[in-house]
């Protein structure tokens, strides 16, 4: 099937759920990216910063570009006039450098914060205990560049489905605890509004357990070269 046509059938599967498709964008080319945006997708993920800035310049200025990978803090500045989406904020450091960033381009940057819910070390985020300190420190109430708008969580890679569903559940419960005790809200800096999980491999089950965003890019394009 084309690009189209697969989007096609990915958003026809999601239309029960929330979950809004974000096309994972990395190694693939500025055709396949046009050819993505001729269907009305707006919402490219890319995983590295570098690949995001050149695809960038080349698109049109209307595309939401979602920064889905780990984030280095001497990264932000690059992306900070233009993106869309942080979803892999993991420190405080990094929430301090994109707040930084965010206000010399007289911005607000939307982020998500990143849970570590995978049983592999190559893994990066929080756990709940980190999550609430960040949202506790006095030093969180002065960024008011950033919106935290949800939470993002990758799981294990593996076909054990069980596992992929228990850490999808995981991060649900998460997001529903800090979403109804309105944790951080009263900074006027949170508004718990989204939850980006799922990929290629399990974006179905992860729209059936509460995801928004569902990142997707080989279940369109094919594997990578």
């Known amino acids: 099937m084309s690009i189209a046509q697969e989007i096609q059938r990915i958003q026809q599967e999601l239309t029960q759920s929330a979950a809004k498709l974000i096309v994972v964008t990395k190694t693939r080319s500025i055709d396949e ?5 001729a269907t ?18 080349l698109l049109p200025s209307t595309v939401r570009w979602h920064q889905i990978g780990h984030l280095q803090t001497n990264k932000v500045k690059y992306i900070a006039p233009f993106v869309h989406l942080i979803h892999s904020v993991d420190s405080m450091k990094l ?5 930084q960033h965010a206000q ?6 939307p982020c998500l914060f990143q ?10 985020g929080l756990n709940q205990d980190e999550l609430i300190d960040i949202l506790h420190d006095p030093i969180f109430a002065t960024l008011q560049h950033i919106r935290i708008v949800g939470l993002m969580g990758m799981a294990s890679f593996t076909e054990h489905i069980p596992q992929i569903k228990k850490e999808f559940q995981s991060l649900k419960t ?16 949170v508004n718990w509004e989204e939850i980006s ?11 059936e357990l509460g995801s928004t965003f569902v990142r ?6 094919g594997p990578r070269a």
């Not at 990216?33 to 945006?37: D, S, Y």
């Not at 009305?40 to 960038?56: A, I, P, S, T």
């Not at 998460?174 to 900074?187: N, Q």
């Not at 999980?197 to 729209?207: E, F, K, P, Q, T």
């Open 33 to 37: 990216l046009k050819e993505t945006l």
């Open 40 to 57: 009305g997708l707006m919402d490219f993920g890319e995983n590295r910063v570098q690949e995001m800035v050149e695809k960038q310049a």
């Open 95 to 99: 929430l301090v450098e994109i707040n």
């Open 104 to 109: 010399k381009n007289q911005r607000i940057i």
């Open 115 to 124: 849970i570590y819910i995978a049983q592999e070390e190559s893994k990066f």
């Open 174 to 189: 998460l997001f529903d605890y800090v979403k109804t005790e309105k944790i951080g809200v009263a900074t006027g800096l």
């Open 197 to 207: 999980m799922g990929m290629s491999g399990d974006y179905l089950l992860a729209a």
């Open 216 to 221: 997707v890019g080989s279940a369109i394009f």
